[in-house]
């Protein structure tokens, strides 16, 4: 039987391809009928239906009948015990943070005592450039004083938000203080630096409103402004020209604008560059478009003015030309919390819709003593302000010609900020380079001074650099100290990307 003969296995293999010619056959034959059946040549509405329309419906029947019919789904059976197991042991639950990275890892030195113009680190004493106690009023003898008397009087904590029973009689006196220091009618305390911006912006900012926004704002803001949900134009860096055309753009390329409140969101001294906003021009730009201004004068008050007022009075501009003003206490004023200042009805609406203010504990009345009698100490020295501004400038100008590195910050802001020359076209690598620096004069030379490192969720994208908080407190020596140690240090990690 396997003998099979070439002719035979060609008659065994032509069976199947004599009915597949018979199907096709049979299939044109059913076609030419139908185009020759007689109500085919049929006329209906005066149009002559064909035979291939007669197909076409006959299609189109058969489409909806199979469309109507339910999905073939294949017979539920419960899973044995085994396949669980198995299921169990394959599964791999999704991580709840990001992967950490070597970036994620660094830890900063850590301090040992006081954060004042000197400090302990590893058990060394080292210069502190690194916090932004401007006045050098950290560890001040009034302050402690101050603190004491307000913890024998009050205790701790105030266990409640202001509206809830938190609200103790030196958060008033504060407020007041405040006020009639910057010659506004009222202020806002919260108990947290960053929630004043967190809190404040969404409390005057909504969706649909228009918010325009310097890049360089420092994260505070950014956040703020996120839960705002407002729609957010930003322009350059400290750039009037730019400021100037996105105002012009958005005022007269949307037709509602004039209808929506609209918003402009600065900071007096910027943290991400040292460098101060032009406050006059700005003012003239929001009386001409009829924008309302966001004035952020965390670094700038207690430093800014010859007596510590602030960027309104640097730039002479009388401070109700300015609707909203926010700082953070935790810089100058050597305490913490934030403040907020303006009209009775700029306060008077935080009050009722501020989250940092309506849901959080009130700020410690120990904080708020403090806070108080820094003031006192500002009105009753003016020197403080006089050396620190003296200190800038010997510090700027030891740091001029300093290898590899340049001035990015403004000859009369507290922070002087160092950034690369030429950079490497990469940030990592930029931040590398000025970490090592920063790593080296400390271990090498006891000065502290930091990276402007910024988190994952920062969306600044300034230029990194290394960041110098200029203090009231620090010395002749302190200061040329620094600009020798950086000098040094700087020629040698920059020499080869030089």
Not at 14 to 32: F, G, K, Q
Not at 113 to 128: E, F, L, M, R, Y
């Amino acid at each position: 039987m396997l003998d099979m003969t070439l002719h035979e296995w060609r008659d065994a293999s032509s069976i199947p391809l004599a009915s597949v010619m018979n199907m096709v056959n049979a299939t044109l034959d059913w076609v030419t009928l139908a185009f020759n059946a007689p109500f085919a040549r049929a006329v209906v509405f005066g149009v002559h239906i064909g035979g291939h329309l007669f197909v076409e419906g006959l299609l189109l029947v058969v489409i909806l009948f199979l469309l109507s019919q339910k999905s073939y789904k294949p017979p539920k059976r419960p899973l044995t015990k085994k396949e669980i197991d198995e299921l169990c042991e394959e599964w791999v639950p999704e991580s709840l943070i990001p992967p950490i990275t070597e970036e994620m890892l660094f830890e900063p030195p850590v301090l040992e005592s006081a954060a004042g113009p000197h400090t302990v680190i590893n058990g060394k004493v080292v210069v502190n450039f690194a916090s932004a106690n401007y006045l050098g009023l950290v560890g001040h003898e009034k302050l402690l004083e101050s603190c004491t008397s307000s913890l024998e009087k009050y205790g701790v904590g105030s266990c409640g938000p202001r509206g809830f029973y938190g609200t103790i009689d030196v958060h008033l006196d504060c407020e007041g203080r405040i006020a009639n220091f910057l010659g506004t009618p009222d202020s806002i305390l919260y108990s947290y630096g960053l929630s004043t911006m967190f809190s404040a912006i969404p409390a005057f900012c909504k969706k649909g409103d228009i918010v325009i926004v310097d890049e360089g704002v420092h994260w505070g803001i950014q956040n703020g402004l996120y839960l705002s949900r407002s729609t957010i134009v930003y322009f350059k860096h400290n750039d009037m020209e730019s400021l100037r055309s996105t105002l012009e753009k958005v005022t007269h390329e949307n037709k509602r604008a004039k209808k929506l409140r609209r918003y402009i969101v600065v900071e007096a001294v910027y943290q991400n560059s040292g460098q101060i906003a032009p406050l006059d021009e700005i003012i003239l730009l929001k009386e001409k478009y009829r924008f309302r201004v966001l004035l952020d004068e965390s670094n700038s008050f207690g430093v800014l003015g010859s007596s510590g007022r602030g960027l309104t009075e640097h730039y002479r501009v009388p401070v109700e030309k300015i609707d909203i003003i926010t700082a953070a206490m935790g810089h100058a004023l050597a305490t913490e919390g934030g403040f907020c200042t303006g009209s009775t009805r700029v306060i008077d609406h935080q009050r009722l819709s501020s989250s940092g203010y309506v849901f959080s504990a009130s700020l410690p009345p120990y904080l708020a003593s403090a806070a108080i009698t820094a003031i006192d100490i500002l009105e009753k020295n003016a020197d403080l302000i006089s050396k620190l501004k003296k200190n800038i400038s010997v510090l700027c100008k030891g740091l001029l010609d300093i290898q590899g590195l340049q001035l990015a910050s403004d000859s009369q802001s507290p922070i002087i900020f160092l950034r690369l020359k030429n950079s490497t076209g990469y940030l990592k690598n930029d931040l590398q380079l000025l970490e090592d620096i920063a790593e080296r004069v400390l271990k090498e030379d006891s000065v502290f001074v930091a990276t402007s490192k910024r988190s994952t969720l920062d969306k600044c994208r300034l230029p990194v650099g290394i960041r110098l908080f200029v203090s009231a407190g620090h010395s002749n020596s302190d200061l040329m100290k620094a600009s020798e140690a950086l000098k040094r240090v700087a020629a040698v990690v920059l020499a080869g990307h030089n």
